[in-house]
């Protein structure tokens, strides 16, 4: 009798088949802390442009009160802007895209529409509670992770 030394072919597809499985699950790991850093990301500078725009209300910035406007459009990237007064696309100061992989939650924003949350001036309170939710879409179109922006009557804006 004699003994064979060696790999066999076995142990060669087993330890391929292992490596696969670990590269497999740390790229989906890096890749899920991309996308949700990008929502992170994109809620945090929503809340950031909503307290502007309650800052500038209660100061009475321009003497008016200040809103941030939210569209949602079919034909054009999901977007927020800061105004004063009344929104039109000439009011706005700047615009903010949403990431490509961040959408409006359709339950809070349909597709085709737009909603404005406006502060009083000196108070600083919006004229109605409201949520905007994010979603995070991965392949497939399918939601990744979500977020949700409220700000309630009494003008705390939380996430």
Same mark, same amino acid.
């Given at each position: 009798? *004699?003994? =064979?030394?060696?790999?066999? $072919? ?15 699950? $740390? ?5 899920? @802390?991309?996308? &949700? ?13 909503? @307290?502007?725009?309650?800052? @500038? ?21 999901? *977007? ?11 009011? @706005?100061?700047?615009?903010? &895209?949403?990431?490509?992989?961040? &959408?409006?939650? $359709?339950? !809070? ?36 992770? !979500?977020?949700?922006? =409220? ?9």
């Amino acid at each position: 009798m *004699f003994k =064979r030394s060696g790999i066999s $072919t076995i142990e060669i597809l087993t330890v391929i088949a292992l490596l696969v499985i670990i590269g497999g699950i $740390t790229i989906a790991n890096i890749f899920g @802390r991309k996308g &949700r850093s990008e929502i992170d990301s994109a809620t945090k500078q929503i809340v950031a442009l909503l @307290r502007e725009a309650q800052s @500038r209300s209660v100061s009475q910035a321009s003497s008016t009160s200040w809103g941030v406007h939210f569209e949602n459009g079919t034909g054009t990237a999901p *977007f927020y802007a800061l105004f004063p007064g009344q929104y039109a696309s000439t009011t @706005r100061l700047g615009s903010h &895209r949403l990431p490509v992989s961040v &959408r409006y939650a $359709t339950a !809070t924003l349909a597709l085709g529409s737009s909603t404005d949350i406006v502060f009083s001036q000196i108070v600083g309170r919006p004229q109605a509670t409201t949520s905007i939710g994010l979603e995070l879409v991965g392949g497939g179109n399918f939601v990744v992770a !979500t977020s949700a922006i =409220r700000v309630n009557n009494n003008g705390s804006v939380e996430y």
